[in-house]
């Protein structure tokens, strides 16, 4: 499956359907992916900039020259103009004013991952002072909670792929082995099945495992002990992100044994409760009541998870209603920093029912 399978076409022409004023503006400048562009546009190409039309079908792509020539084939967007990084707001100038644009929809939040650069908003409003600029519409927030059968049919091969790569990380751990190996591992494995952005491959052992973001890849699996390892990464641009804790020495220590299971049991508890109307806070206050009842409810300390897609954390809140076709995770965890050790359980959810 390639990007040939998304009609993007259709997409725009729903969230046109959806708002009906203004034009929306995303661009891509020169370090991160901008999943909106991608979601309405199939294009991840550097200094890359979509000007769309919400009330009729005009739209435009302004393009660096080197990737000029293979644009066409990312996108199904027909009027491709090349354009270098100092000459496009001039460029962007010139379609503001041929085309009367008075609304302007673009992703420029502090919050953003992929903010609009000022200086561009700044000439924007000196040369066109009736200009009203909004964030990104609600609508196209929506639709891409809400998965097509491409974008699911994409992830369960991702997951597929992770799941696989877990059964056979018992065989690589063992004590001495660095957690570096063990991530180098992850990764070539990833690139290898088609994976093109990685978030997190996270491998902590021993005491590290306290640690619910740990990064450094600076020790080796002790024995007797556990190593945690997440891993969050794009097959084909959709995120996977799922989170197994392994011992080092082929049986979990005896102290962890209750833990690890009270984990799996909530961890499955909250799968069999994602439903159609129900809330992450909800499954997470829920889980946070069993740990509580086992005297356990201070060393859950991780919300239960989060909305995924095109990015690790795709739009959603802790308080948005699960719908069919969203994809979510469910992650609980326990971590123990005064007796140096951490469990989790992560995996990637697409409600179906």
């Excluded at 991530?183 to 640690?211: C, K, T, W």
């Excluded at 300390?301 to 690790?312: A, C, D, Q, V």
């Amino acid at each position: 499956m390639s990007r040939s399978d998304f009609n993007f076409s259709a997409r725009r022409n729903r969230l046109r359907q959806k708002t009906g004023t203004g034009w929306l503006m995303l661009y891509k400048g020169g370090e991160y992916f901008n999943e909106n562009l991608q979601y309405l546009t199939g294009l991840d190409s550097f200094y890359t900039l979509a000007l769309i039309s919400l009330e009729s079908d005009r739209e435009f792509v302004l393009t660096n020259r080197f990737e000029r020539e293979i644009v066409p084939d990312e996108t199904d967007i027909a009027d491709i103009r090349t354009c270098t990084e100092e000459d496009l707001i001039e460029r962007l100038i010139d379609l503001f004013t041929l085309h009367r644009i008075t609304l302007l929809h673009c992703d420029y939040a502090l919050e953003s991952r992929t903010p609009l650069p000022a200086e561009i908003l700044d000439v924007l409003r000196s040369v066109f002072p009736a200009l009203v600029i909004k964030g990104l519409p609600r609508e196209l927030v929506d639709m891409r909670l809400v998965k097509e059968p491409a974008e699911r049919v994409r992830m369960h091969e991702g997951i597929a792929v992770v799941e696989r790569l877990f059964a056979r990380l018992p065989e690589c751990i063992t004590q001495g082995v660095p957690e570096a190996e063990i991530a180098a591992l992850i990764h070539e494995e990833l690139v290898r099945n088609h994976f093109n952005r990685f978030y997190d491959i996270m491998v902590a052992s021993g005491p590290n495992s306290a640690i619910p973001l740990y990064r450094k890849y600076d020790s080796i699996l002790p024995p007797n002990h556990v190593v945690l390892i997440d891993i969050c990464a794009a097959y084909k641009d959709y995120v996977i992100d799922m989170t197994r804790t392994l011992p080092t020495s082929g049986h979990f220590p005896e102290q962890m044994v209750h833990y690890h299971a009270l984990v799996k049991e909530v961890h499955q508890q909250a799968i069999d409760s994602v439903k159609p109307g129900s809330t992450l806070r909800e499954l997470s206050d829920k889980a946070q009541g069993t740990f509580q009842e086992h005297g356990l409810g201070r060393f859950y300390y991780n919300k239960i998870g989060h909305f995924l897609g095109l990015s690790p954390d795709d739009p959603g809140s802790q308080d948005t209603p699960l719908e069919k076709h969203m994809v979510i995770t469910i992650e609980p965890g326990l971590y123990f920093p005064e007796e140096r050790f951490g469990l989790r359980m992560e995996d990637t959810i697409l409600i179906t029912e």
